[in-house]
């Protein structure tokens, strides 16, 4: 499976980070190997003194499809998940002056926290106004709804598929909204999607 992610898909992220609004999708990979292991805590790598939590919306993808008109991509995905891009923000910030690729930053051992539970999309009254959450330590440090993405799912899956074909299994983390920010050893980082618990790690 691969992790396609979104970046600069909020306004309000876009403007805490200081970057520009894109005219188009911003995308990038993370590794299978990105993947945190079912029960097992986030551990602070040694890399990087500044990690930060980005909570995302998921999709899944349920079957094969290249070049999908955006029309059709309602019939490519069923379930809806939250998740975590986790972000060597130090590393990140020396890469991009440097011109250089992120991965190192966005797609180390452990960065993509993937919630055990999904959700039917017919659950949903309007997959476009989907509210979700991250709570640090018990206080809620991000909020938001998808009706505040610039680029809808229905939208990113068409323009995702224009460069890369996407297989049964992979997921799509559709970007996160402001209110990201630097993780601590003992910290406990929980997702909500509406007011469902989805996820709860433990930093090490």
Same mark, same amino acid.
């Not at 998921?58 to 069923?78: M, P, S």
């Not at 891009?85 to 990140?92: G, K, M, V, Y």
């Given at each position: 499976?691969?992790?396609?992610?979104?970046?600069?898909?909020?306004?309000?992220?876009?403007?805490?980070?200081?970057?520009?609004?894109?005219?188009?999708?911003?995308?990038?990979?993370?590794?299978?190997?990105?993947?945190?292991?079912?029960?097992?805590?986030?551990?602070?790598?040694?890399?990087?003194?500044?990690?930060?939590?980005?909570?995302?919306?998921?999709?899944?993808? %349920? &079957?094969? #499809? @290249?070049?999908? /008109?955006?029309?059709?991509?309602?019939?490519?995905?069923?379930? *809806?998940?939250?998740? +975590?891009?986790?972000?060597?923000?130090?590393?990140?910030?020396?890469?991009?002056?440097?011109?250089?690729?992120?991965?190192?930053?966005?797609?180390?051992?452990?960065?993509?926290?993937?919630?055990?539970?999904?959700?039917?999309?017919?659950?949903?009254?309007?997959?476009?106004?989907?509210?979700?959450?991250? %709570? &640090?330590? #018990? @206080?809620?440090? /991000?909020?938001?709804?998808?009706?505040?993405?610039?680029?809808? *799912?229905?939208?990113? +899956?068409?323009?995702?598929?224009?460069?890369?074909?996407?297989?049964?299994?992979?997921?799509?983390?559709?970007?996160?909204?402001?209110?990201?920010?630097?993780?601590?050893?003992?910290?406990?980082?929980?997702?909500?999607?509406?007011?469902?618990?989805?996820?709860?790690?433990?930093?090490?």
């Amino acid at each position: 499976m691969k992790i396609i992610c979104v970046g600069r898909n909020y306004t309000e992220h876009i403007a805490e980070l200081k970057n520009e609004k894109p005219e188009e999708p911003v995308i990038f990979i993370k590794p299978d190997t990105a993947v945190l292991l079912k029960k097992q805590p986030f551990f602070i790598p040694d890399f990087s003194s500044n990690i930060h939590y980005e909570v995302e919306l998921l999709v899944r993808i %349920k &079957k094969v #499809g @290249k070049y999908i /008109q955006e029309k059709f991509a309602h019939k490519y995905y069923d379930e *809806i998940g939250l998740g +975590i891009d986790f972000t060597a923000r130090d590393l990140q910030q020396q890469l991009k002056e440097k011109g250089l690729p992120w991965e190192k930053a966005k797609g180390f051992d452990g960065s993509a926290v993937i919630g055990e539970r999904w959700f039917s999309k017919k659950v949903f009254k309007n997959i476009d106004e989907i509210p979700f959450s991250l %709570k &640090k330590n #018990g @206080k809620i440090v /991000q909020q938001t709804d998808t009706s505040h993405m610039l680029f809808k *799912i229905d939208e990113l +899956i068409a323009y995702i598929s224009r460069y890369f074909t996407l297989k049964i299994g992979d997921v799509i983390f559709t970007g996160t909204p402001a209110g990201v920010g630097k993780v601590q050893k003992d910290d406990t980082l929980e997702g909500f999607i509406d007011e469902e618990s989805v996820f709860s790690i433990n930093v090490k």
